[in-house]
């Protein structure tokens, strides 16, 4: 199994609302990665799991709240997001946290309304 | 300037066409990975490089370390390879992975 996958697929919500966003793995990959990408852009690290902790946050907002569970499992919280939050997010794992190849899923495509 | 630069930007080419895709890096790296990205939004990995040449199929990724610049060829290209191919580096100072701002391929017919 070499896939990574996101649900859901699209999101809409509003600025009050909290929905999650999940990813899983099933590869043994022991680093998670959350990105967002707006349109015509390229993607952004947003946060980085190394074995299940918190290695990178590059100063994303806190109504963004991601969660490691387990080794193969990462949920991105969301709470009172702004319109200019929509945004394809993508998830991706690699092997290792260094020099390893990443594998991305699919992307949710979420909409803040 | 920004630390990893693709060009050109928008490519356009007829079906059979040789296509070479050019990043240019100004960072220190212990990787570089080309990406293929779709319309749909899906991400696939298409090389990790950190010398020499890869081969895939059609695809062919080489990097020259010393001049900081990689390539990305499609050797007779086909509409289903139309996508936006991106080109990141992963910097060796910070761990950090820096992406360029991709270059949108499309194949005519």
């Known amino acids: 199994d070499t896939e990574v996958t996101q649900t859901p697929k699209h999101l809409v919500m509003g600025m009050t609302n909290k929905k999650s966003l999940k990813c899983e793995q099933h590869?043994?990959?022991?680093?998670m990665y959350w990105y967002k990408q707006k349109a015509k852009k390229p993607p952004e690290l947003m946060f980085v799991?190394?074995?299940?902790?918190?290695?990178i946050n590059e100063s994303v907002p806190s109504r963004f709240s991601p969660e490691c569970p387990n080794s193969s499992l990462l949920n991105l919280h969301l709470h009172a997001l702004q319109p200019e939050d929509s945004a394809l997010y993508l998830c991706a794992s690699s092997q290792g946290p260094l020099v390893y190849e990443q594998y991305f899923g699919p992307g949710t495509r979420l909409t803040v309304t | 300037k920004n630390e990893v630069e693709q060009s050109p930007q928008n490519l356009t080419a007829q079906e059979g066409e040789f296509i070479t895709i050019n990043c240019s890096y100004s960072?220190?790296?212990?990787?570089l990975h080309w990406l293929q990205q779709h319309p749909g939004g899906g991400i696939v990995s298409l090389f990790m490089l950190s010398s020499g040449k890869k081969k895939h199929g059609r695809l062919i990724a080489t990097i020259n370390i010393q001049e900081k610049h990689s390539s990305l060829h499609i050797t007779a290209s086909h509409p289903r390879d139309s996508a936006v191919y991106i080109c990141a580096v992963r910097s060796n100072r910070d761990d950090k992975i820096i992406f360029g701002k991709g270059t949108r391929l499309h194949i005519l017919p």
């Open positions: 960072v220190g790296i212990s990787a």
């Open positions: 590869m043994g990959h022991r680093a």
């Open positions: 799991y190394s074995y299940e902790k918190l290695s």
